[in-house]
């Protein structure tokens, strides 16, 4: 072979995987839901002679099932695009439940039930950006690692929370806030159309605007996003923000469903809400990751759970079948990064 040959062919790329199979790839998570659906219907004509995917209760059911890990998965969505983590996310929304249950008792008392509500609501909201500023600053202004930080601010919430809560619940005794939770319009539970509406709103958050842009370029390369003129501190701060304002949100919806506010109401939804943004496609390690992805593993989750419960199986099958879902699916990111570092070299 001569030396112009051999230069040649080293400088052909080499053959990679097929467009198709990289896109799959991409699209693991809507996949994987159809494969759960088909999975669940044949059993339930199976064994049982009825239908699961066109039944109206069951897809209420599991609608009203992603509503919580949803909330919380949409601002960790942001936070994990940018390379961070937030571990406190659950016993924010667990603090946020606790103070918009006290907030709505205490000024029912002086006001009519819905603007108490509303009080309420927005206490609820308010107070769950205080825990995420103060991540934002660590994280940003101090250097913490989001690991360590979020994990501080894990028990600072948590043990404020049963503080406010008194060690138990707190009954909430407003008839809007168990309209709120339970009510329907048009067959349509309400907090699934306050939780499409705030997906929607990320949705453009994130796609359409600089500061999604923003979000995507942090968790590309943190020192090109700042050669770039992106103030990375600031911006940091506001991707926390919004993670504990969208836990905040889950923690209203949380009282307003069962009419009480509960200090461990996010805790068990923490491994939920996380899996479902990297079952949904977001890399570990930032720079990748959508709303639709998101949106697309909370819903896996939400089937996984309803219909091991459907098939009568053990619930705490939940947790491995969820746990065998994630490792699947970081390993599947590992090898699509692996395959277009490959294809880019």
């Not at 159809?34 to 669940?40: E, I, Q």
């Not at 943190?222 to 990375?232: D, K, S």
Request: some cysteine.
């Amino acid at each position: 072979m001569s030396a112009a040959q051999s230069s040649l062919s080293r400088a052909q790329p080499a053959a990679g995987p097929h467009p198709i199979l990289l896109r799959i790839a991409e699209l693991r998570a809507w996949l994987f839901l159809v494969l759960l659906l088909v999975f669940f219907e044949c059993w339930a004509r199976i064994a049982y002679g009825s239908t699961f995917v066109f039944s109206v209760p069951t897809l209420q059911s599991i609608s009203i099932y992603a509503v919580a890990p949803l909330l919380l998965a949409l601002g960790s969505t942001f936070v994990i695009i940018s390379g961070g983590i937030d571990l406190s996310i659950g016993f924010i929304m667990g603090l946020s439940a606790v103070v918009a249950a006290h907030t709505a008792n205490l000024m029912g008392t002086s006001m009519p039930p819905f603007p108490a509500m509303l009080v309420g609501i927005a206490a609820g909201v308010a107070v769950a950006t205080i825990p995420g500023y103060i991540n934002g600053l660590l994280i940003s202004k101090l250097r913490v690692p989001p690991f360590i930080g979020t994990l501080g601010m894990y028990g600072v919430a948590r043990g404020i929370a049963y503080l406010l809560a008194g060690g138990t619940t707190v009954p909430v005794s407003n008839g809007w806030f168990a309209a709120l939770g339970n009510g329907r319009f048009y067959g349509v539970p309400v907090v699934v159309i306050v939780a499409a509406l705030f997906l929607i709103l990320m949705h453009y958050l994130l796609s359409q605007t600089r500061f999604g842009q923003h979000t995507y370029a942090i968790g590309a390369s943190e020192q090109a996003a700042l050669r770039a003129g992106i103030n990375v501190s600031r911006h940091t701060r506001k991707l926390y923000v919004l993670s504990a304002v969208c836990a905040g949100i889950g923690g209203v919806l949380y009282a307003a469903r069962f009419t009480a506010g509960a200090a461990q109401a996010g805790e068990p939804l923490l491994l939920d809400s996380i899996a479902a943004v990297v079952i949904g496609g977001a890399s570990l390690f930032g720079g990748s990751g959508s709303i639709s992805g998101t949106l697309a593993g909370a819903l896996v989750i939400a089937v996984i759970q309803f219909g091991l419960v459907y098939i009568n199986v053990e619930p705490f099958w939940q947790f491995v079948s969820v746990g065998v879902v994630i490792i699947v699916s970081v390993l599947v990111d590992q090898a699509q990064r692996s395959i277009a570092g490959g294809r880019r070299s």
